[in-house]
Structure formats: structure tokens, C-alpha cells
């Protein structure tokens, strides 16, 4: 099993970036997908979810109107569109598959870096 991301780096304040994170190893359209962040010294916090369908998405506030998690199940791919990005956006960005109606079977990816700075 494995989830790849990537499309990190460093970006200005108010850019974009798009994240990608590819499955491998497990049948992609039965998890639901989820973004997580961790910001040096503070806690994983989760960013966004898509279920397995792509029909229901879930932002924590925090990003809400500004991201947008899409998925594409023929890829195996989910993505994180990053717009009008902030200097507290910065942090380790992880992508996680949970499979639906069981939760305790899930997986990681290893993260990419996203800092927002001038």
C-alpha cells in the first residue's frame, strides 16, 4: 500500500498550489479520501474529506472557499486545490484513505511540505 504526495513547495502569499496524493495497493473507490496538515509544534488537524463517490465534501473552516479536494477514481489520485494561500497555510500536508463503514482499516501518505511566505 501506498500514498504518494506531492506537488509541494514554497509559494507567495495569495498563490496556489494543487496537491496530488496516488494510491496504490488497495481498491481506491472504497475509502474516503482526507487532507490533514500538521504546522511545526502543533497538532495534525484535518483540512478536507471526500467520500469514496466523490459526492459529499466536508472543509474545516478554516479553508473553507478557499480549497477544494476532488478526487479521481480511474487514477487512484485525490487532489487539494489551494487558493489564495496564507503564511499560517504552512505546514506538512498528509493525505489519508480511510475505508468506508471501517474506520480502524486506514493508511497514510508521508507528507509534503507547503510553506507560504514572501
Known amino acids: 500500500v501506498q500514498l504518494v504526495e506531492s506537488g509541494g513547495g514554497l509559494v507567495q502569499p495569495g498563490g496556489s498550489l494543487r496537491l496530488s496524493c496516488a494510491a496504490s495497493?488497495?481498491?481506491?473507490?472504497?475509502?474516503?479520501m482526507s487532507w490533514y496538515r500538521q504546522a511545526p509544534g502543533k497538532e495534525r488537524e484535518l483540512v478536507a474529506i471526500?467520500?469514496?463517490?466523490?459526492?459529499?465534501?466536508y472543509y474545516a473552516d478554516s479553508v473553507k472557499g478557499r480549497f477544494t479536494i476532488s478526487r479521481d477514481n480511474a487514477k487512484n489520485t485525490v487532489y487539494l486545490q489551494m487558493n489564495s494561500l496564507k503564511p499560517e497555510d504552512t505546514a506538512v500536508y498528509y493525505c489519508?484513505?480511510?475505508?468506508?463503514?471501517?474506520?480502524?482499516?486506514?493508511?497514510w501518505g508521508q507528507g509534503t511540505q507547503v510553506t507560504v511566505s514572501s
Open positions: 489519508k484513505a480511510v475505508r468506508t463503514y471501517d474506520s480502524a482499516n486506514y493508511y
Open positions: 495497493g488497495f481498491t481506491f473507490s472504497s475509502y474516503a
Open positions: 471526500i467520500r469514496s463517490t466523490g459526492g459529499s465534501t
